[in-house]
């Protein structure tokens, strides 16, 4: 079956740094990939849609300003957390469809 | 009310035993339902799909109501391994195939 990558799988960094997140689909291609962030006993919650060519499209309350989304060609897109702070901090997940997730990564700011 | 809605549980439920878990949407004009499992700091990994006629896999059913917006998962004969969170998920088939996800219920299989 498809599969989804992301890398890296986790992260630790300092308050102020920023962190970029890949997401690949492995064999075949995504126009759009979706971008989810999950804390801790909570639902995964949408971030935001992720468009190959075009701008992505973000959910209420995410600043698309903090969370840069490139989607650059049809088989990867990124998630950048600029300016991260300690309350970035989550599991981050990426999808290509509703069946196809990639493993996450967990983001910690110190 | 939330879009879609799930009793967080935890089940603790007896291997063995048959457990059943329901998940209410409120969006009437839902196409797509799924049922999915996900393991402690796992992604979440598709169950199965729901079909409207209702649609067996092994040891897990699922069904919906459309006339209530619901749908459930019952597991028969558990096993210690389906100890997991399963997240119910609808697809609002919106122009941008957004999928909600449920809270989730957490389910704890007993030797």
Request: glycine content about 6%; some cysteine.
């Given at each position: 079956g498809a599969v989804v990558s992301q890398h890296p799988s986790w992260?630790?960094?300092?308050?102020?740094?920023?962190?970029?997140?890949?997401?690949?689909?492995?064999?075949?291609?995504?126009?759009?990939?979706?971008?989810?962030?999950?804390f801790p006993k909570q639902s995964l919650m949408l971030m935001a849609t992720s468009n190959e060519g075009s701008k992505a499209t973000y959910e209420q309350?995410?600043?698309?300003?903090?969370?840069?989304?490139?989607?650059?060609?049809?088989?990867?897109?990124?998630?950048?957390?600029?300016?991260?702070?300690?309350?970035?901090?989550?599991?981050?997940?990426?999808?290509?469809?509703?069946?196809?997730?990639?493993?996450?990564?967990?983001?910690?700011?110190? | 009310r939330k879009e879609v809605e799930q009793d967080p549980g935890p089940f603790n439920v007896p291997e063995g035993a048959t457990v059943a878990f329901n998940c209410t949407y409120s969006n009437s004009a839902s196409q797509s339902f799924f049922w999915y499992r996900q393991d402690c700091r796992k992604e979440p990994k598709l169950l199965m799909s729901v079909y409207s006629s209702g649609n067996e896999d092994g040891r897990f059913t699922a069904q919906l109501n459309r006339a209530s917006q619901y749908i459930s998962l019952l597991i028969r004969d558990s096993k210690l391994s389906d100890s997991?969170?399963?997240?119910?998920?609808?697809?609002?088939?919106?122009?941008?195939?957004?999928?909600?996800?449920?809270?989730?219920?957490?389910?704890?299989i007993l030797p």
């Open positions: 992260v630790i960094c300092k308050s102020g740094t920023s962190v970029k997140i890949e997401c690949r689909s492995l064999d075949f291609q995504a126009t759009t990939m979706f971008w989810y962030r999950q309350g995410v600043e698309k300003d903090k969370f840069l989304i490139n989607h650059a060609s049809l088989t990867l897109s990124t998630l950048t957390v600029t300016s991260a702070h300690p309350e970035d901090s989550s599991f981050y997940i990426c999808s290509a469809s509703e069946k196809f997730f990639g493993p996450g990564t967990r983001l910690t700011v110190l | 997991a969170t399963y997240l119910c998920v609808v697809n609002a088939e919106s122009r941008d195939d957004k999928i909600i996800f449920g809270k989730g219920t957490r389910l704890h």
